[in-house]
């Protein structure tokens, strides 16, 4: 019974607000058909309450104010009022539900997209709008949480009222419930004339709303508040979000309009009907053939069964804009997720596991930086790129490849033979068949100008992206073949700009590893050259570092996610130019824990300052998408080729 319930709600509510994707909001109130049965009980339960009303008013009309005595007074009047109380009581009851079965469905909702956003893929953010996908999780669910346990609701109760007025209409006076029957349906045509306009302009006003939000969160975040003071764009912006605004505003004001029209036209339908119903039933009662109390009653009956006509226009005006809402929700939660792994989850192979940081005594010989902090290291794992070809025009929303077509491997076969640039229609290749490998426990370096793709690299070993041809391997298996969470567990990144969140120094750093100890996290501060960032903090780990760090240093916020990365303790370690925000002081300090990092490990550096990679057991060389070079500090110099026209300005 519960089941059917909510089936038939779910349907109803997509039928009225004309959004077929509104049927399966059902999942977000499956076990909730006993609060849904509820509601509709006490809606028809009101309506028929409602319903006596009419019959009260005849009886006070027509039996007790013709005789003139204050008792026969009392019992219809003290039957009104009991009428009134119990109606209260009914309402007070639906709204108890109704905020209920709402605040639920608002929770259940924004727990489903938050929980759908955390597993799309990195590919979705930078083609997604921050102030849109904000407004999926704020408006667009109020409003759909809205139509599923209020609007819905009042439309039923509405009919409800409208179906039993009528019928008190044809049992007061069959003949002119006629009358009224002749206007009904006219007012009706309206209401179905004016829905399918109402959700287009609902759409429309939703959408543009959603650009002003964007536009808004670009503008308020800290680096978009910063750039906006670095070139004095204020009154820029303020013209742009103006703009913006007033579309926003032209399109509420033309659904304003045709929701006015459309109520208005309804009214004057009620008043025509009014006028006919008084002007037969004065002409009945002047013959004879009916009462002064039917008419009154019949007068009553009428508002109660076409006033509610005058309020469903507005309902249909939010429940078309919950249509727009439901849409843009589930076009949200469609959007695929990372696919799942083939064959299972697979380990890479490797000498040992990696454990964790600790505050003790070494555990591998060499392993102990300045400061007395132990890193406890194991063996690493061997990582490979094969050929592999990587386009960001041919990544599809899930960062996965899509298959190039003809003109995409001509256009591949065309840029290996010729170098960089790509014809009309052909893609535009970040990396172009590059392959490298990373032997277990050694150091590779990936140097390049800036947009050779490097970053690209960083991307691909991470899992971010998968490439169009060719493979990443860790211990000989797959990228492809490897859980998320296995992969993230081997591999820790230090990207080039790092995210702190704004939240304390400790909630950022366990981030790394959610069980870590304070002194776990102390020792992975002092690893990082930040033990004296946090002697100065009053509030130690508990210390806030505001909205992606701005409170810290461009340095102390590198050697903070450094630290994140060392309570991880992964056993690939890929540094995308994870000392570019240093100074030469701190970049020295940072660099002994990273070398001791790095022992035993598996590590990948992606550099811009040359002089960070002399040491690389091997380095390879990137120029437009290609590998160009590899081999040694001291190998590539001899050569005299691209590392060494990169190498000597930089050293000079």
Same mark, same amino acid.
């Given at each position: 019974?519960?089941?059917?319930?909510?089936?038939?709600?779910?349907?109803?509510?997509?039928?009225?607000?004309?959004?077929? &994707?509104?049927?399966?909001?059902?999942?977000?109130?499956?076990?909730?058909?006993?609060?849904? &049965?509820?509601?509709?009980?006490?809606?028809?339960?009101?309506?028929?309450?409602?319903?006596?009303?009419?019959?009260?008013?005849?009886?006070?009309?027509?039996?007790?104010?013709?005789?003139?005595?204050?008792?026969?007074?009392?019992?219809?009047?003290?039957?009104?009022?009991?009428?009134?109380? +119990?109606?209260?009581?009914?309402?007070?009851?639906?709204?108890?539900?109704?905020?209920?079965? !709402?605040?639920?469905?608002?929770? *259940?909702?924004?727990?489903?997209?938050?929980?759908?956003?955390?597993?799309?893929?990195?590919?979705? +953010?930078?083609?997604?709008?921050?102030?849109?996908?904000?407004?999926?999780?704020?408006?667009?669910?109020?409003?759909?949480?809205?139509?599923?346990?209020?609007?819905?609701?009042?439309?039923?109760?509405?009919?409800?009222?409208?179906?039993?007025?009528?019928?008190?209409?044809?049992?007061?006076?069959?003949?002119?419930?006629?009358?009224?029957?002749? +206007?009904?349906?006219? @007012?009706?045509?309206?209401?179905?004339?004016?829905?399918?306009?109402?959700?287009?302009?609902?759409?429309? *006003?939703?959408?543009?709303?959603?650009?002003?939000?964007?536009?808004?969160?670009?503008?308020?975040?800290?680096?978009? &508040?910063?750039?906006?003071?670095? +070139?004095?764009?204020?009154?820029?912006?303020?013209?742009?979000?103006?703009?913006?605004?007033?579309?926003?505003?032209?399109?509420?004001?033309?659904?304003?309009?045709?929701?006015?029209?459309?109520?208005?036209?309804?009214?004057?339908?009620?008043?025509?009907?009014?006028?006919?119903?008084?002007?037969?039933?004065?002409?009945?009662?002047?013959?004879?053939?009916?009462?002064?109390?039917?008419?009154?009653?019949?007068?009553?009956?009428?508002?109660?069964?076409?006033?509610?006509?005058?309020?469903?226009?507005?309902?249909?005006?939010?429940?078309?804009?919950?249509?727009?809402?439901? @849409?843009?929700?589930?076009?949200?939660?469609?959007?695929?997720?990372?696919?799942?792994?083939?064959?299972?989850?697979?380990?890479?192979?490797?000498?040992?596991?990696?454990?964790?940081?600790?505050?003790?005594?070494?555990?591998?010989? !060499?392993?102990?930086?300045?400061?007395?902090?132990?890193?406890?290291?194991?063996?690493?794992?061997?990582?490979? %790129?094969?050929?592999?070809?990587?386009?960001?025009? %041919?990544?599809?929303?899930?960062?996965?490849?899509?298959?190039?077509?003809?003109? &995409?491997?001509?256009?591949?076969?065309?840029?290996?033979? @010729?170098?960089?640039?790509?014809?009309?229609?052909?893609?535009?290749?970040?990396?172009?068949?590059?392959?490298?490998?990373?032997?277990?426990?050694?150091?590779?370096?990936?140097?390049?100008?800036?947009?050779?793709?490097?970053?690209?690299?960083?991307?691909?070993?991470?899992?971010?992206?998968?490439?169009?041809?060719?493979?990443?391997?860790?211990?000989?298996?797959?990228?492809?073949?490897?859980?998320?969470?296995?992969?993230?567990?081997?591999?820790?990144?230090?990207?080039?700009?790092?995210?702190?969140?704004?939240?304390?120094?400790?909630?950022?750093?366990?981030?790394?590893?959610?069980?870590?100890?304070?002194?776990?996290?102390?020792?992975?501060?002092?690893?990082?050259?930040?033990?004296?960032?946090?002697?100065?903090?009053?509030?130690?780990?508990?210390?806030?570092?505001?909205?992606?760090?701005?409170?810290?240093? !461009?340095?102390?916020?590198?050697?903070?996610?450094?630290?994140?990365?060392?309570?991880?303790?992964?056993?690939? %370690?890929?540094?995308?130019?994870?000392?570019?925000?240093?100074?030469?002081?701190?970049?020295?300090?940072? *660099?002994?824990?990273?070398?001791?990092?790095?022992?035993?490990?598996?590590?990948?550096?992606?550099?811009?300052?040359?002089?960070?990679?002399?040491?690389a057991d091997r380095i390879y060389v990137l120029d437009h998408g290609q590998v160009v070079e590899d081999g040694t500090h001291d190998a590539l110099l001899a050569d005299d080729g691209a590392y060494a026209r990169l190498y000597r300005p930089a050293s000079a």
């Open positions: 019974m519960s089941s059917a319930v909510t089936q038939w709600h779910a349907r109803a509510v997509a039928r009225l607000t004309g959004a077929p &994707a509104a049927v399966r909001a059902e999942q977000f109130f499956a076990d909730q058909g006993r609060v849904i &049965a509820g509601l509709l009980l006490l809606s028809v339960t009101g309506s028929l309450a409602v319903a006596a009303g009419p019959f009260i008013v005849r009886r006070l009309v027509d039996d007790a104010l013709p005789t003139g005595k204050v008792g026969d007074l009392i019992p219809p009047v003290l039957m009104l009022c009991g009428l009134l109380v +119990f109606e209260s009581a009914v309402l007070a009851a639906r709204m108890k539900l109704i905020a209920r079965l !709402g605040g639920l469905l608002t929770v *259940r909702i924004r727990q489903a997209v938050n929980s759908h956003l955390q597993r799309l893929p990195f590919s979705f +953010f930078p083609r997604a709008q921050q102030g849109e996908v904000m407004t999926v999780l704020s408006t667009d669910v109020v409003d759909a949480q809205n139509a599923v346990s209020a609007t819905t609701q009042a439309v039923v109760c509405r009919v409800a009222d409208i179906v039993v007025g009528l019928v008190v209409i044809f049992t007061l006076d069959w003949r002119l419930s006629l009358a009224v029957m002749v +206007f009904a349906p006219a @007012t009706l045509l309206i209401i179905r004339g004016g829905r399918r306009r109402l959700g287009a302009l609902s759409a429309r *006003r939703r959408d543009l709303d959603g650009t002003l939000m964007a536009r808004a969160a670009d503008t308020a975040s800290v680096s978009g &508040a910063l750039h906006v003071r670095l +070139f004095d764009r204020a009154g820029y912006e303020e013209e742009r979000f103006d703009e913006a605004a007033a579309e926003v505003l032209a399109a509420s004001e033309e659904e304003a309009r045709l929701t006015s029209r459309v109520r208005l036209l309804v009214n004057l339908g009620l008043v025509a009907t009014m006028m006919v119903v008084v002007t037969l039933g004065a002409a009945l009662v002047s013959s004879g053939h009916t009462s002064l109390g039917t008419v009154a009653a019949l007068g009553g009956a009428l508002l109660v069964s076409f006033g509610p006509l005058s309020t469903a226009v507005s309902l249909r005006s939010e429940l078309a804009s919950a249509g727009a809402s439901f @849409t843009r929700i589930f076009v949200l939660l469609d959007t695929p997720t990372d696919l799942p792994t083939s064959g299972g989850a697979r380990r890479p192979a490797t000498a040992r596991t990696v454990r964790p940081l600790s505050h003790g005594p070494a555990a591998e010989p !060499g392993a102990r930086p300045s400061g007395g902090v132990a890193l406890a290291l194991g063996g690493g794992v061997e990582l490979s %790129l094969d050929d592999a070809w990587f386009s960001y025009d %041919l990544a599809d929303s899930r960062g996965h490849a899509t298959p190039p077509g003809p003109a &995409a491997e001509a256009g591949a076969a065309a840029g290996a033979r @010729t170098g960089p640039g790509a014809g009309a229609g052909e893609p535009e290749w970040s990396l172009r068949g590059v392959s490298l490998r990373v032997a277990p426990g050694t150091t590779a370096a990936v140097v390049g100008a800036s947009g050779a793709g490097k970053t690209t690299i960083t991307y691909l070993v991470a899992g971010l992206y998968r490439p169009q041809r060719g493979t990443v391997r860790l211990g000989g298996v797959p990228l492809a073949d490897l859980a998320p969470s296995e992969l993230h567990r081997v591999v820790g990144v230090v990207p080039q700009d790092p995210h702190l969140f704004h939240d304390t120094i400790a909630a950022n750093l366990r981030y790394g590893r959610l069980d870590a100890t304070d002194d776990e996290l102390r020792a992975a501060l002092e690893a990082a050259c930040l033990g004296t960032l946090f002697e100065r903090l009053p509030d130690g780990l508990a210390t806030r570092v505001g909205a992606r760090g701005y409170r810290l240093s !461009g340095g102390e916020r590198q050697r903070l996610a450094i630290a994140r990365v060392l309570l991880q303790s992964p056993e690939v %370690l890929v540094l995308d130019e994870a000392t570019s925000a240093l100074d030469s002081v701190s970049e020295l300090a940072v *660099r002994e824990a990273l070398d001791a990092l790095s022992i035993g490990r598996t590590t990948l550096v992606i550099a811009h300052r040359l002089s960070t990679v002399r040491d």
